[in-house]
């Protein structure tokens, strides 16, 4: 977690009321600090799929190795967003400087504020459907005129995945720290078709030029 390293809470307790208190007072003041609702919605998700695993592991009834392993995997999710999303707090002139240190992140370097260069490549995106109404998203560079999947230039943060299923009419928007990702759906979006678009982004979740759209089926 690059910007997070050492001054992230370690304790699993800890660490969830830190990351509640950052989402608290991103939702609070999400209009003043003109924060990406997008961005927002999916913390909410993360930060309430950790919160729902740290609570059922805490109790010695519940615990076992499938619930350890679920906390575990919810943890290393919500980490991975927040490893970036501050990144964007931090670059944002909306926000104050005690606001950025209420919320437990560290206080802004001189330079904070300078412009972080944003890509100017398109990813090649690349999608494998499941058999279980899983599409997995893997985004790549060009190496000789080829995709390599798990080729990751450090000068991006990851990248930005939009997607619209047949017979909806709003884009879904979602932000991966890493090269995959996989959207799982329910039993009645089997047979129908998903347009899917990705793009890199700089540490602040800028995001460069729009790959070509790809389309599949959910099985």
């Given at each position: 977690?690059?910007?997070?390293?050492?001054?992230?809470?370690?304790?699993?307790?800890?660490?969830?009321?830190?990351?509640?208190?950052?989402?608290?007072?991103?939702?609070?003041?999400?209009?003043?600090?003109?924060?990406?609702?997008?961005?927002?919605?999916?913390?909410?998700?993360?930060?309430?799929?950790?919160?729902?695993?740290?609570?059922?592991?805490?109790?010695?009834?519940?615990?076992?190795?499938?619930?350890?392993?679920?906390?575990?995997?919810?943890?290393?999710?919500?980490?991975?967003?927040?490893?970036?999303?501050?990144?964007?707090?931090?670059?944002?002139?909306?926000?104050?400087?005690?606001?950025?240190?209420?919320?437990?992140?560290?206080?802004?370097?001189?330079?904070?504020?300078?412009?972080?260069?944003?890509?100017?490549?398109?990813?090649?995106?690349?999608?494998?459907?499941?058999?279980?109404?899983?599409?997995?998203?893997y985004v790549s560079t060009l190496q000789h005129g080829h995709p390599t999947?798990y080729l990751k230039d450090g000068k991006y943060a990851g990248f930005v995945?939009?997607?619209?299923?047949?017979?909806?009419?709003?884009?879904?928007?979602?932000?991966?720290?890493?090269?995959?990702?996989?959207?799982?759906?329910?039993?009645?979006?089997?047979?129908?078709?998903?347009?899917?678009?990705?793009?890199?982004?700089?540490?602040?979740?800028?995001?460069?030029?729009?790959?070509?759209?790809?389309?599949?089926?959910?099985?």
């Amino acid at each position: 977690m690059s910007h997070l390293r050492g001054y992230m809470p370690r304790s699993d307790g800890e660490f969830i009321a830190w990351a509640k208190t950052i989402y608290r007072d991103c939702s609070e003041n999400s209009a003043e600090w003109q924060l990406d609702p997008t961005l927002l919605n999916q913390f909410y998700e993360l930060l309430s799929d950790a919160t729902s695993a740290y609570e059922n592991n805490a109790d010695k009834e519940l615990r076992n190795r499938a619930s350890v392993k679920t906390k575990d995997a919810a943890f290393s999710a919500l980490k991975s967003f927040l490893s970036t999303y501050v990144n964007t707090l931090e670059g944002n002139t909306n926000i104050p400087d005690e606001a950025i240190e209420s919320m437990g992140l560290r206080p802004r370097h001189p330079h904070a504020h300078q412009p972080i260069p944003i890509p100017t490549e398109a990813p090649v995106l690349t999608a494998v459907v499941g058999q279980h109404h899983d599409v997995t998203i893997y985004v790549s560079t060009l190496q000789h005129g080829h995709p390599t999947e798990y080729l990751k230039d450090g000068k991006y943060a990851g990248f930005v995945l939009k997607y619209l299923v047949e017979g909806e009419t709003q884009w879904q928007t979602v932000v991966s720290t890493k090269l995959h990702y996989t959207l799982i759906f329910a039993d009645e979006y089997e047979g129908k078709y998903i347009r899917m678009q990705s793009a890199w982004v700089n540490p602040r979740i800028q995001s460069g030029p729009w790959s070509e759209e790809v389309r599949e089926l959910i099985n």
